[in-house]
C-alpha cells in the first residue's frame, strides 16, 4: 500500500539524540535501570510527580536550547513535503517543545502530537491519531524512530516502522523494524519503493 504520511520521532530521530535518562533517573533519585521516566512519574503521588516534573522539563528545555538536527534531516523533510505527503511528529515530549524545535530549525510539519494530547508510545493512539487527522489508513503511514517504542507504537497501529540507527543500543530493536536504516536520507528510497 503507497505511503501517504510520515510521522517522526522527535528526540535521537529528527534531532541528534541528547537525553542521557540514565543521569535524569539518577537525578531523580532513582535506579539507573528503573525504567521509562515517563511510566514511573505517572504512578508516583501528585508531590513526587510535581518534583519529578520539575527535573524533567529542565532537560527537555536543555534539549530544545541545544537541539541539532540530524545530518539530512532538513533535506529529507521538505523531499517528503514535495510529495504531497503528510508530515507529523508524535513524541514522548510535550507538544511546545517539539513546536518550538521545528521553529528553531525552519522545518515544517502538518501535525504535533505530545504526551499532553493521550497516552504515549508504546500506545497506538498518537499514530491512529494523526493518521485520522490526515485521513488515511494506518497501513498508509511510517513511523520513523529510534527507539522500541516508536516500533511498537507502528505495530500497534498497523503501520510501517523505521529504525534510525544512530547509536549501538539502537541496534538492540531492529527485530522489530520493517527498515533499519542509519542516515534519515535513506528514508527517500523506502518512500519512493514502497509508492513505486
Not at 542521557?20 to 531523580?28: H, N, Y
Not at 518534583?51 to 534531516?73: C, F, M, T, W
Not at 539502537?170 to 514502497?194: G, M
Amino acid at each position: 500500500m503507497a505511503v501517504k504520511a510520515v510521522i517522526f520521532d522527535l528526540d535521537g530521530t529528527i534531532t541528534e539524540p541528547f537525553f542521557d535518562f540514565d543521569s535524569i533517573r539518577e537525578e531523580m533519585g532513582l535506579d539507573r535501570n528503573a525504567g521509562p521516566v515517563w511510566e514511573i512519574m505517572r504512578q508516583a503521588t501528585d508531590t513526587e510527580r510535581a518534583r519529578l516534573n520539575k527535573i524533567l522539563r529542565y532537560h527537555e528545555q536543555r534539549a530544545v536550547d541545544n537541539s541539532s538536527l540530524q545530518p539530512g534531516a532538513k533535506e529529507t523533510i521538505e523531499w517528503i513535503r514535495s510529495q504531497g505527503l503528510g508530515v507529523a511528529v508524535l513524541t514522548r515530549n510535550t507538544k511546545d517543545n517539539a513546536v518550538e524545535v521545528a521553529r528553531r530549525h525552519n522545518i515544517e510539519f502538518d501535525i504535533f502530537v505530545g504526551r499532553e494530547d493521550g497516552p504515549v508510545k508504546p500506545d497506538a493512539f498518537g499514530l491512529e491519531f494523526i493518521c485520522k487527522k490526515f485521513e488515511v489508513a494506518p497501513s498508509e503511514a511510517i513511523m520513523v524512530g529510534d527507539y522500541l517504542f516508536d516500533l511498537l507504537c507502528a505495530k500497534a497501529a498497523g503501520a510501517k516502522s523505521v529504525l534510525l540507527v544512530n547509536n549501538e543500543k539502537a541496534r538492540e530493536f531492529a527485530e522489530h523494524a520493517d527498515y533499519v536504516i542509519e542516515e534519515i536520507s535513506l528514508l527517500v528510497n523506502i518512500i519512493k519503493n514502497e509508492n513505486s
